[in-house]
Structures are given as structure tokens and as C-alpha cells.
């Protein structure tokens, strides 16, 4: 079955520290990931997706087929950072359904 | 607001009662889900549409649950005989139907039952 897991609920770092969010996946066809992020009372949005190959906000995501893995990483983490990551996978289907991780709560400690 | 919009934002209901929920997506947006998130819980599917068909629900979906799209445009999330388990953010979404499939949140709507 599909799903995918983040094993940190929650992940304290200093300010100016490096990040990483770990997310792995489980499906044999051919994913399309994305992180989404949920700032204090906002709504949940989109942060990155592999297929864009983007840096935002400082932060990127590499897609390992390999080890089905889907790290967010940001060198320098900053106070606006915090908040609660999702990773998500995209089955390769008609309708392209969306399945979400458990999420992950990041502090960034001043 | 131009983004997913959804109503009530807040429901407190007794058990046993019935509620509806409202989400009107972005327009021209043809793809609909329905997702449901719990306290320290990634939102969960429960159900897609595609225009005003219905392509999938979720097992997480019981009988009590249902969901419509009439016209393609806005849907509407049923839920009968309420229970104590249904309490949760219910939280619409809606996606573009050509290029990636980012989908875009409304902001919930929070459900109590008492």
C-alpha cells in the first residue's frame, strides 16, 4: 500500500543551524512528491514539489529513488520557519490522489 | 479571497445529529478532495471528484458520510448520526486539471461533537 512516513514529530534546531525534515515513501509506481507547510493559523500550502528542482524559501528536497526518500533540507534555518511540514506523495494515477505523512512540527529556537 | 473557501469554519454538534459542510474550490479548478486531519495527524482522504463525478472514497468513509458535487462547482460533505470519532478539521481542497497536481486548502472546517 501507499504511504509515507516522517519519523520526527518534533524537531528543535537553533536559528542559523542546518534542517532536515526526513520523509520516506512506500509505492512501486512512479511518485511525485511534494512538501506542503501549515504556518500558525494558516492554511495548509505548498512549499516544493521534486519535479521543480526549486530552492524556496532556502529550502530543497531531493527525490531518492533508490532509498524512496524525500528529505527536506535547509542549511540555515530561521525563526519563520517553524512550523508543520507534511510530506506528501502524488500516485501516478488518473486522478493523481494525495496522500500525507504524518507531518513533522519544527521549532526554530532564537 | 480568491483561494478555497469553506463553511462553517467552526461546527459543534450533539451526537446523533446531522451536519453539512460547504467547500467552494477555486475556479475553473476541476479536481475536488475531501480530507479529514486529527489532532496530530497528516490529513487523511476520504474523497475525490473529478467535475461532479465521484471517482473515489476512502474505507475511512462510512455510510454516514456522504459527498456531492452537482454541478461541478461546489460540494458539499454530509455526515448523519453524528459520533463522538467524527471530531476533527474536515478540510477541502481543489487542483488545476492540467500540470502538477498541487492542491490548494481551504482552511478547514472544525467539527465537535459533544
Known amino acids: 500500500a501507499q504511504r509515507v512516513t516522517q519519523p520526527e514529530k518534533l524537531l528543535s534546531v537553533f536559528k542559523g543551524a542546518p534542517v532536515e525534515l526526513k520523509c520516506n515513501y512506500s509505492y512501486s509506481g512512479s511518485p511525485e512528491l511534494f512538501w506542503y507547510v501549515q504556518y500558525s493559523r494558516q492554511r495548509l500550502q505548498l512549499l516544493l514539489r521534486h519535479i521543480s528542482r526549486e530552492s524556496i524559501k532556502g529550502f530543497t528536497a531531493d527525490l531518492n529513488k533508490g532509498e524512496t526518500s524525500f528529505h527536506l533540507k535547509k542549511p540555515f534555518a530561521q525563526e519563520e520557519d517553524s512550523a508543520m511540514y507534511y510530506c506528501?506523495?502524488?500516485?501516478?494515477?488518473?486522478?493523481?490522489?494525495?496522500?500525507f505523512g504524518p507531518g513533522t512540527s519544527l521549532s526554530v529556537i532564537p | 479571497d480568491t483561494g478555497v473557501s469553506q463553511d462553517p469554519r467552526h461546527k459543534i454538534t450533539k451526537r446523533g445529529q446531522n451536519v453539512t459542510f460547504r467547500c467552494d474550490p477555486i475556479s475553473e479548478h476541476n479536481r475536488l478532495y475531501w480530507y479529514r486531519q486529527t489532532l496530530g495527524q497528516g490529513p487523511e482522504f476520504l474523497t475525490y471528484?473529478?467535475?461532479?463525478?465521484?471517482?473515489?472514497k476512502s474505507r475511512l468513509l462510512s455510510d454516514r458520510f456522504s459527498a456531492e458535487r452537482p454541478k461541478g462547482s461546489f460540494s458539499t460533505l454530509e455526515i448523519q448520526r453524528t459520533e463522538q470519532g467524527d471530531s476533527a478539521m474536515y478540510l477541502c481542497?481543489?487542483?488545476?486539471?492540467?500540470?502538477?497536481?498541487?492542491?490548494?486548502f481551504g482552511q478547514g472546517t472544525r467539527l465537535t461533537v459533544v
Open positions: 471528484f473529478q467535475n461532479e463525478a465521484q471517482l473515489e
Open positions: 481542497a481543489s487542483s488545476p486539471k492540467t500540470g502538477s497536481t498541487e492542491a490548494f
Open positions: 506528501a506523495l502524488s500516485l501516478s494515477t488518473s486522478y493523481d490522489k494525495v496522500i
